[in-house]
């Protein structure tokens, strides 16, 4: 069935009346806010550092100033990985040591062992450090909690002590007299020389950094920090993008590496052990783990820092020792308490984030799905059952869906009306029963193979990624009717399509009413707008089926009538809803039929005046029929 043009949208001062003001969360990082709605300061910041970076060498500055960001560049590339990996997608690592040395020793042993250019061991260290990190990240990345970073530092280790014990690569000496790069006939011997080379491809790096996170890929990502549910419910594969995120940080530090080795013309495996693991962690958390730019401000910080103190510390003490690492230890409890976003959000923290570039208004619609007849059988549940343990949740609860409908799911507290959604959604595996969706069997399908098919859902307790932008959680909603990657996104050639995507997320904002609030951050939404901007996510994937769970909750009167007609408008265009609410008068005026449960069983099923004058239902919710 085609799709009217247009929808009745809840009144937009209805959502503001319940906007009431929230404590701000931290101010967004580079790293989390999107690349067309960076603060005017901070981009003209950005180009003076990057016109000075540019401009040094030709300066009358000591040889000693180039040495320093030389090591600075280096440092930066393998902690920007960890702003990827352990700021934006939320796993710690200490193994990034370990990937610098994979492509430092690759280099190293082909172009003294094999006479082989370094430009093109560049690419073989790539390969060589995707393929280490594609097996690593397959077995780490199943694990959680402090299981994680545990496993890193144990391959950091197995890797490290591998480069240390192998007679071909020189063991605990390394492999000396490691060739110069060269390009063109220039000699890149010269420190002056390879800093360009460094900080070209650190500079790059950065930049596709930000490309990426500004993208269908970044949104994916940013959701991993969130949990898996919300983001496998919009048709994520989050593990795929664990494992993605992971090979880019590795990539990151093999970059790293065969700088670092054609810089040093040697390399043994001190540079590569979990010590350097863990400072390069500690270089992203004092920057800024959740900005880009963080990542060369905690280089700088550590590397500056770390001279300095081996020389003033044991003056001051009178002793020789390796004093500065106390120092440290103190320095990142100092800035986790008072700086806990780090050094360089804190520093830019009073700078304020204008509206995102409105570039969209000429895109071209995203695909849509062709809606079912209606009346057409949609849903299907036949005696589903999950049990945990000895306890039944939900005992072969059934029911069936046609298209164009709108069906209620009520019962006491503790009935089962949760469960009962995430078994037909695929969040829970079922211990029986079965479940078609549009004639096909999801019975043992995953939440995102399900939304793929159609159906789409909202959440109890509100999902979303309190650091991004309404209009931005929104936009994750279009995920499955978006197909550009992450090198696409990275070489920044997807604009096209981010500009469908955000011109149909302000559609769906402005069907439920809240196109105005679209550029403030999610987190400081009240509870009732962030359950419309959930809804406006779930339409944002263009099902046919839509699961609402509690929508109602913590909506105001006259919101709650907006909100019917928004949902009667989405009847009228073919989709049909099944929803859990405890607001009796919302579920009676809106639905077409009800399912009744109590304590995990299926008590009865019909229209809302059956279900009123029902002497069985009014026991279930007042223990009497009286």
């Not at 970073?149 to 063991?171: D, H, Q, R, V």
């Not at 007299?177 to 500079?203: E, H, K, N």
């Not at 004639?439 to 307790?461: C, E, K, M, P, W």
Request: glycine share 10%; net charge positive.
């Amino acid at each position: 069935m085609p799709r009217p043009d247009s929808s009745s949208p809840l009144p937009a001062a209805a959502v503001a009346a319940a906007a009431a003001p929230r404590p701000a969360p931290p101010a967004r990082s580079d790293a989390q806010s999107p690349a067309s709605a960076r603060w005017p300061a901070r981009r003209l910041c950005v180009w003076a550092f990057v016109a000075t970076i540019a401009l040094l060498p030709l300066l009358p500055v000591p040889a000693f100033w180039i040495t320093q960001l030389n090591y600075i560049g280096l440092y930066a590339l393998p902690a920007m990985g960890l702003v990827l990996l352990t700021g934006v997608g939320g796993f710690t690592s200490f193994g990034q040591a370990a990937f610098v040395g994979i492509g430092a020793y690759t280099t190293a042993y082909l172009s003294t062992a094999l006479g082989l250019s370094p430009w093109l061991n560049l690419f073989v260290g790539l390969a060589l450090t995707c393929a280490s990190a594609l097996v690593l990240g397959w077995i780490t990345l199943r694990m959680s909690g402090h299981y994680l970073p545990l496993a890193t530092i144990a391959w950091c280790l197995a890797l490290n002590y591998t480069m240390a014990n192998m007679e071909w690569l020189g063991k605990f000496d390394g492999i000396l007299g490691v060739p110069a790069l060269q390009f063109a006939g220039i000699d890149f011997t010269q420190d002056s020389r390879i800093y360009y080379v460094i900080w070209a491809l650190a500079l790059l790096c950065a930049f596709a950094l930000i490309n990426l996170l500004d993208s269908r890929t970044g949104r994916a990502i940013r959701a991993l920090k969130g949990g898996v549910t919300m983001a496998e419910a919009m048709g994520i594969s989050t593990f795929r993008y664990k494992v993605q995120i992971f090979v880019i940080a590795a990539l990151f530090a093999g970059i790293s590496g065969w700088l670092f080795a054609h810089f040093q013309r040697t390399v043994n495996p001190s540079p590569f052990g979990i010590k350097f693991g863990i400072e390069y962690l500690f270089m992203a958390v004092a920057g800024g783990v959740g900005s880009v730019w963080g990542a060369f401000a905690g280089a700088a910080l550590v590397k500056l820092a770390e001279d300095q103190l081996q020389v003033l510390l044991p003056r001051l003490l009178g002793t020789n020792g390796s004093f500065e690492i106390v120092f440290f230890g103190v320095l990142l409890v100092l800035i986790l308490k008072y700086m806990p976003q780090g050094v360089l959000p804190w520093a830019s923290s009073r700078l304020t984030s204008p509206a995102r570039t409105r570039d969209w208004q000429d895109a071209q619609p995203l695909p849509a799905r062709q809606r079912p007849a209606r009346g057409q059988p949609l849903l299907e549940v036949r005696a589903i059952r999950k049990q945990f343990g000895g306890l039944v949740a939900v005992n072969d609860i059934g029911f069936d869906i046609r298209a164009g409908e709108i069906v209620g799911l009520i019962g006491p507290n503790g009935a089962g009306k949760s469960t009962t959604f995430n078994l037909i959604s695929g969040v829970l595996s079922k211990s029986g029963g079965q479940v078609r969706l549009s004639g096909r069997d999801v019975t043992h399908l995953r939440s995102r193979q399900i939304a793929r098919l159609g159906l789409s859902r909202t959440f109890q307790h509100v999902k979303m990624m309190a650091e991004m932008t309404v209009l931005e959680n929104v936009a994750l909603g279009a995920y499955m009717r978006s197909r550009s990657g992450a090198v696409s996104a990275m070489l920044r050639l997807d604009r096209a399509e981010e500009r469908r995507i955000y011109a149909e997320a302000e559609r769906q904002l402005q069907r439920i009413g809240m196109a105005d609030h679209m550029h403030e951050l999610a987190g400081n939404l009240a509870l009732g707008p962030q359950r419309l901007m959930e809804i406006a996510r779930a339409l944002c994937t263009d099902p046919d089926l839509l699961l609402l769970d509690e929508p109602a909750a913590g909506l105001r009167h006259q919101e709650k009538q907006a909100l019917l007609q928004v949902l009667r408008q989405l009847r009228s265009e073919g989709m049909s809803l099944l929803l859990v609410e405890h607001d009796m008068d919302f579920v009676m005026k809106l639905t077409d039929r009800i399912v009744v449960m109590e304590f995990g069983t299926h008590l009865m099923e019909g229209t809302p005046a059956e279900v009123q004058a029902s002497p069985a239902v009014r026991a279930a919710y007042l223990g009497t029929e009286h």
